[in-house]
């Protein structure tokens, strides 16, 4: 199973939230956790955030033990790729016999399958236009003796509501070098989009900790909420490392005439 998804899509068929698809996944089937080896899983910024604090480790030695990263050839940015283990290539995080150990932490990814999400934005529309496809994995019995779920019920089940949303502040940011028209980074630029998308607690290091003149250039109320809730700091992240390389000028004055942007 080392292709990724697309290998195996059925682009035919394009879902939205009520429409309707069969699939069930249960331990008593023979294929149980068969797909939790030899796989091509990119982890998103908010998996790493979420998966990091389900096993008590600071970004940093989360992304240097179980991670890879690799500059993407046709983005030309960092992409972070869970290192599978052993002969089977096995997921980390894969009890044998049990099942995954991180279930309640488990990527975006492995949430969504047997499900592939789209999200189309365009300048005339506020958020994106979300829809989806079926993957089908050639092991996967899932779709056999199945349950009949709607786009909507199968999303709240899987609780991807809040992943989709980070997901879409990480594809702003893919937007905006787009629209930047910009190739490639310098080693440096790397290293800012990894610490504010990736390595979050070296971003809140750097940036919350450190005497670092963009913080007190940025609003105390936003200051205020970033250090206090994690999720926010990630959002600001990534937001700081659009403007940063993409749109020129600090974060606390996107849209406002300011002397440094
Ligand atoms: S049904 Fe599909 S998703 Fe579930 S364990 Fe089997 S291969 Fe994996
Ligand atoms: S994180 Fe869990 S569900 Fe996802 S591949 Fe690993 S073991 Fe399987």
């Given at each position: 199973?080392?292709?990724?998804?697309?290998?195996y899509?059925?682009?035919?068929k394009?879902?939205?939230?009520?429409?309707?698809?069969?699939?069930?996944?249960?331990?008593?089937?023979?294929?149980?956790?068969?797909?939790?080896?030899?796989?091509?899983?990119?982890l998103?910024?908010?998996?790493?955030?979420?998966?990091?604090?389900?096993?008590?480790?600071k970004?940093?030695?989360?992304l240097?033990?179980?991670?890879?990263?690799?500059?993407?050839?046709?983005?030309?940015?960092?992409?972070?790729?869970?290192?599978?283990e052993?002969?089977?290539?096995?997921c980390?995080?894969?009890?044998?016999?049990?099942?995954?150990?991180?279930?309640?932490a488990?990527?975006?990814?492995?949430?969504?399958?047997p499900?592939?999400?789209?999200?189309?934005?365009?300048?005339?529309?506020?958020?994106?236009?979300?829809?989806?496809?079926i993957?089908r994995?050639?092991?996967?019995?899932?779709?056999?003796?199945?349950?009949?779920?709607?786009v909507?019920?199968?999303?709240?089940?899987e609780?991807?509501?809040?992943?989709?949303?980070?997901?879409?502040?990480?594809?702003?940011?893919?937007?905006?070098?787009?629209?930047a028209?910009?190739?490639?980074?310098?080693?440096?630029?790397?290293?800012?989009?990894?610490?504010?998308?990736?390595?979050?607690?070296?971003?809140?290091?750097?940036?919350?900790?450190?005497?670092?003149?963009?913080?007190?250039?940025?609003?105390?109320?936003?200051?205020?909420?970033?250090?206090?809730?994690?999720?926010?700091?990630?959002?600001?992240g990534?937001?700081?490392?659009?403007?940063?390389?993409?749109?020129?000028g600090?974060?606390?004055?996107?849209?406002?005439?300011?002397?440094?942007?």
């Open positions: 199973m080392s292709d990724g998804p697309e290998a899509m059925d682009g035919s394009k879902l939205t939230d009520e429409d309707t698809f069969c699939f069930s996944c249960t331990p008593e089937k023979k294929c149980f956790t068969k797909c939790c080896h030899d796989l091509s899983l990119v998103m910024p908010y998996d790493i955030m979420v998966l990091k604090n389900r096993l008590g480790m970004s940093g030695d989360f240097r033990k179980y991670t890879s990263v690799h500059v993407g050839f046709e983005s030309g940015l960092p992409v972070v790729m869970l290192k599978m052993g002969p089977y290539l096995k980390p995080f894969l009890e044998e016999g049990k099942g995954c150990s991180v279930y309640d488990r990527p975006g990814a492995c949430r969504t399958y499900l592939a999400r789209m999200a189309r934005r365009s300048k005339d529309m506020e958020g994106v236009e979300e829809f989806f496809f993957v994995e050639p092991d996967c019995l899932g779709f056999r003796d199945c349950k009949t779920w709607t909507r019920q199968w999303k709240e089940n609780g991807l509501d809040e992943y989709n949303e980070m997901n879409d502040i990480f594809g702003e940011l893919l937007q905006a070098k787009t629209e028209g910009v190739e490639h980074l310098t080693a440096d630029q790397i290293d800012i989009f990894y610490m504010g998308c990736y390595d979050i607690d070296s971003f809140r290091q750097s940036f919350l900790e450190g005497p670092n003149l963009e913080r007190y250039m940025e609003d105390p109320e936003v200051i205020e909420v970033i250090s206090n809730d994690e999720k926010e700091l990630l959002k600001y990534m937001r700081w490392v659009k403007k940063k390389l993409f749109q020129g600090c974060l606390s004055c996107a849209g406002a005439s300011c002397s440094t942007s």
